[in-house]
């Protein structure tokens, strides 16, 4: 019975029964298409209708290399995770430390800052689309008491990438503020009071206290706020009604991969576009975690 | 010190009137008259409260077959899924088994690749087994999840095995400790992920967009979209339209919102 011991086939047989379930649909929807998707962005000349690979090589990757549009995506998508994530995560910092300060009607507030989270992605984005109207929108009439004049958010290429961060922000605060209210109330409360024995100021506390011990919460926070915004796509698609915004102001990799797959039926450059996009998604992680060996204190 | 407590109240209110904004602009102008919604300045309330625009609104499209499917998908795979992980969780938690650990860190490898990257071969897969467009596309893929498995395993490591031995001394099977022991003591995460399955598969939209082609098979958030570039929808129309996909998760979120927030705050990761 001792679990060092080594395993009889009626170990094994028992341990299948109860892993098989979860064997045969992850097996075939989650470990076959990595590795199917990895082989078929290789595929140069395939027929989908029954099923047959004529030819393979690199062209996938050598068109996406040349192709304006999928410089304008992995462009864009930079352009939405460096305009989304140091807001969100500055903003959500924010008010979950002014969260942590009180205590009447906290839960209350912490309720409301996560409404966004659990609302559908295309119907909130319907109601952006209202908002964000140039002529009779909510936003363009509070903008104009300081002064702004009507923005066609929309439909002008220099504000849908504007308007898709702030709905994306918006959406996405109420999450990291949970998890940043879980750390910040794992601080040690007599952390705080040392600090003010030696005469730290609240700013001196947050920074040198704060901050160093929820570090390891930030950095999670950070993480999946990158990966999650490198694979926007559902706001883009209700945003613009089915476009990538005015002149593929909004075309992000995802976007495009949808294109390629479902609009034009190029099933191998799709999944090359996958692939790079595992690629850049990997790449950053993995510079966060070498980052994070450095300035994180666990 | 009471100043200071009251900057905060009113920062706090301020953020809070944000979040809050388009759900309440979204109400007030889903009870306009269409000429209503487009006056400038606008009008916070309506003048007089349109209550036919809900029934026409419904009505408009088959929205009713929506939510039914929005349903039917919503629980099934959030049963399933509860059913394989606590069944895996189990073994990965208390069973002896050849290759465990190689097995659980390949499981847990495929977590890091994005989903989007899958959606080409998932597609191709349904396809050869004629399952495009059926209730077997939008349920069959997301009954299982290895991340609602690595989250419960931890759950059921929290029971000491001693307590398992010793069930099994007295007698009682794997099948009795796992589903008279274990489950019940982790109730409380299993209601969050299984909360947290449904709000996903509620809201998600790539997925049910790419295996339906027809309205009698779309989910809500798919019906919407689709609604929203029908020619003549008007805005307080589709307002109404957005509230059906949003209210039912918004009221089962506020009635449970407890056992969410202890979900995520358990798992930090997004469900």
């Known amino acids: 019975m001792m679990n060092n011991t080594k395993p009889t086939w009626r170990d094994n047989l028992k341990a299948l029964g109860y892993l098989l379930p979860m064997l045969i649909i992850v097996g075939m929807f989650s470990l076959y298409p990595i590795i199917k998707s990895l082989a078929m962005s290789f595929y140069t000349d395939y027929n989908f209708f029954t099923n047959q690979v004529n030819a393979i090589g690199f062209d996938n990757f050598k068109t996406l290399w040349q192709d304006d549009n999928f410089h304008l995506a992995v462009w864009n998508t930079i352009v939405f995770v460096v305009g989304v994530v140091p807001v969100e995560i500055i903003l959500s910092l924010a008010i979950a430390s002014l969260l942590n300060q009180i205590n009447r009607l906290a839960g209350l507030f912490r309720t409301l800052y996560f409404m966004p989270f659990v609302t559908s992605v295309v119907a909130i984005s319907m109601v952006w689309r209202w908002i964000y109207n140039k002529d009779a929108g909510l936003l363009n009439y509070l903008l104009g008491f300081v002064g702004v004049h009507p923005i066609d958010w929309l439909n002008d290429p220099h504000y849908a990438m504007p308007a898709l961060i702030i709905l994306a922000i918006w959406k996405g605060l109420g999450f990291n503020i949970l998890l940043f209210l879980v750390a910040l109330n794992n601080v040690d409360q007599r952390l705080y009071d040392a600090a003010m024995l030696d005469g730290a100021n609240s700013w001196q506390r947050f920074w040198h206290v704060t901050l160093p011990m929820i570090s390891p919460m930030t950095f999670l926070v950070t993480v999946n706020a990158v990966i999650g915004s490198f694979k926007v796509f559902d706001e883009i698609f209700a945003l613009f009604g089915g476009q990538p915004g005015p002149g593929h102001s909004t075309l992000t990799v995802v976007y495009y991969l949808y294109q390629m797959f479902y609009e034009q039926n190029k099933y191998g450059l799709a999944a090359a576009s996958g692939v790079v996009l595992f690629l850049m998604i990997l790449v950053v992680t993995l510079f966060q975690l070498w980052w994070s060996k450095k300035h994180v204190h666990y | ?271």
Do not use: C
């Not at chain 2, 419904?58 to 509860?82: C, D, E, K, M, R």
């Not at chain 2, 938690?93 to 650990?101: E, M, Q, V």
């Not at chain 2, 398992?164 to 019940?184: E, I, K, T």
């Not at chain 2, 399955?197 to 049910?208: A, E, L, R, T």
């Open chain 2, 1 to 271: 010190m009471q100043s200071k407590k009251i900057l905060v109240y009113i920062l706090l209110v301020l953020g809070a009137l944000t979040m809050l904004l388009p759900f309440f602009w979204m109400v007030s102008t889903a009870f306009k008259t269409g000429f209503e919604a487009l006056q400038t300045p606008p009008t916070w309330l309506p003048k007089h409260f349109q209550w036919g625009n809900w029934v026409r609104a419904w009505q408009a499209a088959p929205f009713a077959t929506y939510l039914i499917n929005s349903v039917v998908v919503s629980l099934a795979t959030t049963l399933g899924q509860l059913v394989t992980s606590i069944l895996a969780a189990f073994a990965f938690a208390k069973l002896n088994f050849s290759g465990k650990k190689v097995l659980f860190t390949i499981l847990l490898a495929t977590m890091m690749v994005p989903g989007e990257m899958l959606i080409i071969p998932n597609f191709v897969t349904l396809s050869e087994l004629h399952l495009v467009n059926t209730y077997g596309a939008l349920i069959v893929p997301w009954l299982a999840s290895f991340f609602a498995v690595f989250t419960l395993r931890q759950s059921f490591a929290s029971v000491p095995d001693q307590l398992y031995y010793a069930a099994r001394l007295d007698g009682a099977s794997d099948w009795q400790f796992l589903w008279r022991v274990l489950v019940p003591n982790a109730k409380s995460t299993i209601t969050a992920i299984g909360l947290l399955q449904i709000i996903g598969s509620w809201n998600s939209f790539m997925w049910p967009l790419i295996v339906t082609n027809t309205e009698k098979m779309r989910t809500l958030p798919v019906g919407l979209q689709a609604f929203s570039s029908d020619s003549g929808v008007q805005y307080p129309e589709l307002m109404a339209a957005s509230t059906f996909v949003i209210l039912p998760m918004v009221v089962m979120y506020l009635l449970l919102n407890k056992y969410v927030v202890a979900g995520i705050s358990n798992t930090g990761i997004k469900g």
